[in-house]
């Protein structure tokens, strides 16, 4: 019972050392593996595709890679290049890694930069800068005394 409680604890916390550790090497050797075409497919070196961040499952048996191509086009084009080629990828990460059991891998769109955007465009909107700079006077303005400050 308390392995279980255990569990469920360290469930919610986010991702721990080993896990970040594993998914930034998968990240690197997967970009580098890409970005020297050793993959022999065509269509997968057709696209120039940016590795963003790669997350390792706590038990470490499956990866979720986040990939985006270069200018955003052909997202569903290049994951299934890189879904069709899984198995070659996985060698490669195993030969570079030295882990008991190989990650699969899965791969998905990188929505990090349209999420930035996003921000950007919200941010730029008049009705936010004039909430924000309302916001800013406030803080600018002492806090005032209250009858219960006086105790």
Do not use: W
Request: with cysteine; hydrophobic share 35%; proline share 5%.
């Amino acid at each position: 019972m308390s392995g279980m409680a255990k569990n469920s604890f360290s469930s919610g916390k986010g991702p721990n050392q080993r896990q970040l550790r594993v998914g930034e090497l998968i990240r690197r050797t997967l970009s580098d593996v890409l970005h020297r075409g050793e993959v022999h497919d065509p269509e997968l070196n057709r696209h120039t595709i940016t590795i963003g961040e790669v997350r390792c499952s706590p038990d470490l048996r499956v990866a979720t890679v986040y990939v985006m191509p270069l200018g955003g086009d052909g997202i569903d084009e290049a994951i299934a290049a890189l879904a069709r080629n899984r198995g070659e990828l996985r060698h490669h990460v195993a030969k570079a890694m030295t882990l008991k059991h190989t990650p699969d891998l899965r791969f998905r769109a990188d929505e990090t930069f349209a999420r930035m955007d996003e921000t950007r465009r919200l941010f730029a909107d008049e009705r936010v800068q004039r909430d924000l700079a309302a916001s800013d006077d406030a803080e600018d303005v002492p806090p005032q005394d209250t009858p219960e400050d006086d105790r």
